[in-house]
Every structure is written in C-alpha cells, then in structure tokens.
Nanobody, 120 residues
Framework: QVQLVESGGGLVQAGGSLTLSCAAS????????MGWYRQAPGKQRDMVAR???????NYADSVKGRFTISSDNPKNTVYLQMNSLKPDDTAVYYC??????????????WGQGTQVTVSS
C-alpha cells in the first residue's frame, strides 16, 4: 500500500505565498507522476498542477505563472510553491500520485487533503 502525507496548508493574506509538500511512502516500485488537485466548497475537484517522471509539468490556466510544481525524486516528494495567492485559490488541496507497487500494480493514490485559505 502507499501513503501520501501532505503538509504546508494554512491561512494567508491575498498576495502571499505558501508551499505545500507531499511525501509518498510504502512499497513503491516507481512513481509515474504526482500532482495537486483542489476542491472548493460546492465545486468539483480540479487539477492544479502535475509533474511527470520525465520532468514535464502541466498547470491549470488559473495558476500558470503563480504556482510552481517540483519534485525530489529520491525522497518521493512533490512540492507546490504558490505565489500571489488570491481568495479564489481557497480550497482543500489534495496530493495525487500514479504509483506502481509490486502487490497492486499501477494505481492512483490520494492524500487526506490540506486546507488553504486566502483572505482578502
């Protein structure tokens, strides 16, 4: 099994910055890609950013130029640097990982979520 542990959420004023981190642990053979999603109250969960094992990244249009995703592969950790935060960025942020393990093969895993609140 694989566990994803997130940290770094909190309350910040508009224009401020936060960094989220997510560490994957367990019987991991390989991590194909990791990313961040967010879900605001009453809305669907949307992709924010993803990073692939090739180093390629994808971003939602709403965060391009403000958020940066990066990874520390030896530590199986992904980071999301969030700058110029806006109240619209307020949501629960979830870490997601596409992981291959010996027992379960290739599967998607989710973290428990971390709250990010941006005040105006």
């Amino acid at each position: 099994q694989v566990q994803l542990v997130e940290s770094g959420g909190g309350l910040v004023q508009a224009g401020g910055s936060l960094t989220l981190s997510c560490a994957a642990s367990g019987s991991i053979v390989s991590i194909n890609d990791m990313g961040w999603y967010r879900q605001a109250p009453g809305k669907q969960r949307d992709m924010v950013a993803r990073i692939f094992d090739s180093g390629r990244t994808n971003y939602a249009d709403s965060v391009k130029g403000r958020f940066t995703i990066s990874s520390d592969n030896p530590k199986n950790t992904v980071y999301l640097q969030m700058n110029s935060l806006k109240p619209d960025d307020t949501a629960v942020y979830y870490c997601n990982a596409d992981v291959t393990t010996r027992i379960f093969g290739r599967r998607d895993y989710w973290g428990q979520g971390t709250q990010v609140t941006v005040s105006s």
